[in-house]
């Protein structure tokens, strides 16, 4: 149980539980634990209010990790064998590895400033990454059974985003300023959201219809446009200010809802189109 443990910005600290868990005092002081390394192993949970560089967190029963970071924090091994994972930071996070075993245990991470990297960050559940004042770059991020949550003030990168069991209920939605994809994969049931603020939804230039594979695709842009590969089912698209919409679709498409307020619009599928509504 810790109430204050400090060994200054320099100093490292290592906290092994064994059988039991790591706990705090409840206060959110942020100085439960100060240092440059925390490192921390327990069966049933990890719980600390911190000020700490990086942190190499496991539990390896049944059992959560909750931290709450007063500055900027590098996790670079944070894992449970069976629990949900939950970071809050003042300052920017970059996850080298974060992943929540079990059933359905979700991760949580989220920056009040700054921005969040998820190099590897992989749920069992459902993911929501919040940074609401910075960027998102999202190099590698996976759910087993659950949906994906982004929300950024800044621009937001997707390298590699998938919801890897196809059902209706795993969704995968990014809000942001600009959101570049590369790949993001909610399967054939799962819908996908793009909401990119006053930027643009650009893609990676490679003709591989992979950007985004989903059953609904729903995309909005204010500038240069949305430029997208696809393998969705329908989509709902719409530029509101100067820009094109360019869609080159796997197969068969329904446009449900296609339009710009100044900008050309061109789809090009290798199946059959359904133009309900484009304009």
Known sequence: AVTLINAGAAGDV???AGTGAVTQDTTTDNDDVTADVLTADAATGIDLDTTITSADLTVSGVGKIILDEKDAVTLTEVDTNNGLITVTTGGAIVATKVVSGGTTQNISLSSASGKVTGTEVKASGAMS????????????????????????????????VKSNTDSDANDISLTGNGIAVTLINAGSLGDVTLKAGTGAVTQDGTDDKDDVTADVLTAEAASTGI??????????????????????????IV????????????VTSAGAMTATDVQ
Do not use: P
Not at 255 to 266: E, H, Q
């Open 129 to 160: 990454i919040t940074a609401s004042s910075g960027e998102v770059e999202l190099v590698d991020i996976d759910t087993v059974d659950g949906s994906i949550t982004v929300s950024a003030t800044g621009a937001i990168t997707a390298t590699d």
């Open 227 to 252: 430029d997208l590969d696809t393998t969705v089912a329908s989509s709902d698209l719409s530029v509101t200010g100067t820009g094109t919409i360019i869609i080159d679709e796997f197969d068969a």
């Open 255 to 266: 446009l449900s809802d296609l339009d710009t307020v100044d900008g050309t619009i061109t």
């Open 14 to 16: 290592t906290l092994k």
